[in-house]
């Protein structure tokens, strides 16, 4: 899988509990999810991180996967250009780097390839697309054509839309006092590029939000506020990403039965 910020986590959550143990997810050296809380990509910081009581570890080769899978863990190989596939020879890859553009993925990377959201063709960039659009489609299997464009405004939650997100406007580092889980009013200051304020628009719980003193380039996104004010959906995949993971689980079953 490329990728492993928090959809994509919620995807290898679907596939190992189903019994499709045998992942190896792809990232990059400085992961930039916002919802560390629930991403596999913390594991490059930390070399552990648990999700939901599932365990990803840091490897740094390719033939440390196995010992990985032999202890129930999901290995993090920082692989951005997918080099390896080459030495893990996937049956099925997964992009869900959520890029909205193709960073490289090919139909001939594996027997059955997957994306995630738009960039991609179904029957020509990959085998499948699944929608990660939210609304009446969520989730669903694209097997010709394209996943709904991006529109950059980011799903309805708790009656919130553009101003429960927050994106960098330069580049610079980004400091804040706070941690995902904290609880924030509208107006207060969330952190700060370089001497520019992130304000918040609207109260909440910060369930996203990037470390404190990583460099950001602009339109880097920076973090949420779920308006719903539940601390515990910090530590919880979100029903969005469990939809996608359905829906790959889906496509890859269908695979596995169509040999």
């Not at 990059?28 to 809380?37: E, G, K, S």
């Not at 927050?166 to 706070?178: N, V």
């Not at 904290?182 to 700060?192: A, L, Q, R, V």
């Not at 996203?208 to 460099?215: E, M, S």
Request: with cysteine; hydrophobic share 40%; net charge neutral.
């Amino acid at each position: 899988m490329r990728g492993a910020g928090d959809l994509a986590t919620g995807v290898a959550l679907r596939l190992f509990r189903a019994g499709l143990t045998r992942i190896v997810m792809l990232e990059v050296p400085f992961p930039l999810a916002v919802r560390r809380t629930v991403a596999f990509s913390e594991a490059v910081h930390q070399g552990k991180t648990s999700v939901e009581s599932i365990t990803a570890v840091h490897i740094e080769h390719a033939m440390d996967a196995e010992k990985a899978w032999h202890k129930h863990h999901i290995p993090i190989l920082i692989d951005p250009n997918s080099e390896t596939l080459s030495a893990l020879t996937p049956d099925v890859l997964v992009d869900a780097i959520i890029a909205k553009k193709n960073t490289g993925t090919k139909i001939t990377d594996a027997p059955m390839t997957i994306a995630l959201g738009p960039g991609f063709t179904a029957g020509q960039d990959v085998h499948a697309v699944i929608e990660t659009k939210r609304g009446h489609h969520l989730g669903r299997v694209i097997r010709q054509g394209q996943a709904a464009p991006n529109t950059g405004i980011p799903g309805n939650v708790g009656g919130q839309t553009i101003n429960r997100v927050y994106w960098a406007e330069h580049e610079g580092i980004f400091t804040t006092p706070y941690e995902i889980g904290d609880m924030i009013n509208e107006k207060e200051c969330m952190g700060m590029v370089g001497s520019t304020p992130v304000y918040a628009a609207v109260s909440g719980v910060i369930r996203g939000l990037l470390r404190d003193g990583i460099p950001v380039s602009t339109r880097t996104k920076l973090g949420d506020i779920d308006p719903r004010g539940n601390a515990s959906y910090c530590n919880e995949v979100s029903d969005k990403a469990l939809s996608v993971g359905g829906g790959v689980l889906e496509a890859v079953v269908a695979h596995l039965f169509s040999r």
